[in-house]
């Protein structure tokens, strides 16, 4: 267990904020030129952006096309999104000189991926692939602020941030050489830097996943003892349930860390998994912001906890429940330890856990070792395989004790359970269920847990 507690704060960056911006909020001139009026307050921080909206997607279908070695069809991907750059940089900077330059910038990078096609696949080439959004939208940015007259300055992410050889964080790596690289830069208001990109333990560019940015916002938060961190993205902060499938949804004001992390790792998409694990130690409050109505007040994620009971739900999707069955279990000292060390031979997690005298039934999202895992199962136990499942967790500040949830069982009634995850947390009750039931339960514990129709 590693502890993100550090005494050293560079004296420049004391009491400063930490602004995240999504994909959405940079992904396109007019967008842009709101991030610029949020941020152009006067006083300073560190703001840092993920790639333009759709270019990562592309980018990982480029590497599609080199690891199936098409390269005719990246090179027309690539020239397609070569275009749409020029046409943004075009908009975005009038001054020649600076569009120049973004345009020079920018053909190096086109010209790395256009080399990249005709290349053997390897995670690390599709990395450095997947690592070029990043490192587009930032200089633009940061170029655009210059342009209107806005101190601001970059600060590489590839130079601080790094992860271990447990994909965690390489916490003494990232301070060290973030000092370095803050004194380093020239003197701003604003520095620019790179969501979502990072080294690996050898020094290769590797990422903290896909919605890493907010990831990398919070570690530096951390580094920095920030007085606050701001995730900017296109929704008003975290709803109740998801506005993408139900309607009548509405943002919560105030979650508590446990609340927010439960939330994150069940599905709510607008958080990392991880987002809060670097700042929850200092108690750094993470406050969740719509670019496009910054007005809103939005979610504030710390220490406190509000009012008990379910506050939200979120979904899970790509499920697989595994039943493992076997006459020995019962009362057969070792059998959990057998199972779970086959999960841990291909390291995949388990999300939910039920047992019985003769049977256990468990989750996972990871289905990549799916083949070995049963194989090895197969030889003290007998398997049965459910794919398509999803996760509905209902998250609130000690739910398993508040005399309102009982309302979660009238979806009994409705929608068939496959498992049922209740008393592991305080905080969070978790469904099991087919992925053809989704929005018909999502919908119905809307209706029945947020008192929208009567019991």
Known sequence: MYSWSYTFVPNNLRNMKVLKFGGTSVGSVKNMENVKNIINDGSKKIVVLSAMSGTTNTLVAIAKNVLEKEPNEAVDKINKLHEHYFVTIDELLKDVELNVKTKAYASEIFNFLLNSTYKDYSQELENKILAQGELLSTFMFNTYLNQEGISAALLPALDFMRINSAKDPDLFYIKEKFKTVIDAAPEANIYITQGFICLDEKGAVSNLQRGGSDYTATIIGAVIKAEEVQIWTDIDGMHNNDPRYVEKTHPISNLSFDEAAELAYFGAKILHPQTVLPVREDGIPVRL??????????????????????????????ITAIKIKSGRMLQAHGFLKKVFEVFETYETSIDMITTSEVAVSLTIDDDRNLDKIVSDLEEFATIEVDKSQTIICLVGHSIVNHESTFKLFKILQDVKIRMISYGGSRNNISLLINSNDKLTTLNKLNDYLFELVTL
């Open 289 to 318: 912001k719509n670019t496009m109505a910054p007005e809103a007040l939005g979610t504030l994620i710390s220490a406190e906890t509000s009012e008990n009971g379910i506050k939200a739900i979120a979904a899970k999707d790509n």
